[in-house]
């Protein structure tokens, strides 16, 4: 499970890689369970746009012009609808900082944001996972060869009730014990997973395309386009 991811903090890379404005907001670089971060979404269309465009017109900007993005903040740590409190979304999102991509379209906790086509774009550096190779846990940080931002396939969720609200979102996750590099890390004996790391060109799709579509880009990212490094302790 990748609990644990490294933030986007040079605001000239959110424009640059992901075609967004940089966060207005301060956010911490390590990026754990319960802890604020930004993901990339699709910003609502324009409502005057839409009235002053006749049906054709509007099928056909559609079509050809793919929705712009905006940056939103939300709590790393999914908050399904179901949840019934505030204190209880506290204690389960913590858990729901993954979904897996083989059931993200039939799980209770993830369903719905799927269905409704509520996909994202979750910039981070880096992402961590434990190195158990040698007995003891090695927290490795792993990177593009390249040292550009990474942007993982997630969905994103409002929760609301009582007065309160809950932005929050997760990462997809893919099978990775025979990738080459990713089945190193977790601990032995249990099923490797990595996030689903997407190609730049692959933004606008991976937010646009219809929901049944969408599991086409759950792949594990090349093995030669990471490295991965031990976490010095200072």
Known sequence: MTAHFESVQNAAM???????????????????????????????????AANDATPDEAALEKAFSPPMREIAVGQFGFVPQWVKSASDAKLRSTKMVNARSETVTTSNNFRDA???????????????EDDWRSGKAVPTRITR??????????????????????????????????????????????????????GEGAYDAWLNTRPEKAREFMRAYSAQLLTANPVEKK
């Open 14 to 48: 959110y424009p640059d890689a992901f075609d967004v404005a940089a966060p207005e907001i301060t956010f911490e670089r390590d990026l754990w369970p319960r802890k604020l971060g930004v993901f990339v979404r699709n910003a609502p269309a324009a409502e005057g």
């Open 114 to 128: 799927w269905l409704a086509g509520q996909r994202c774009i979750v910039p981070m550096m880096a992402f961590f």
């Open 145 to 198: 060869v390249d040292g550009k931002p990474m942007g993982v396939a997630g969905i994103w969720e409002r929760w609301a009730k009582d007065g309160a609200e809950i932005i929050s979102f997760t990462l997809l996750t893919v099978n990775a014990n025979s990738h080459a590099l990713l089945n190193r890390y977790q601990q032995n004996g249990n099923e490797k997973r990595m996030p689903v790391i997407l």
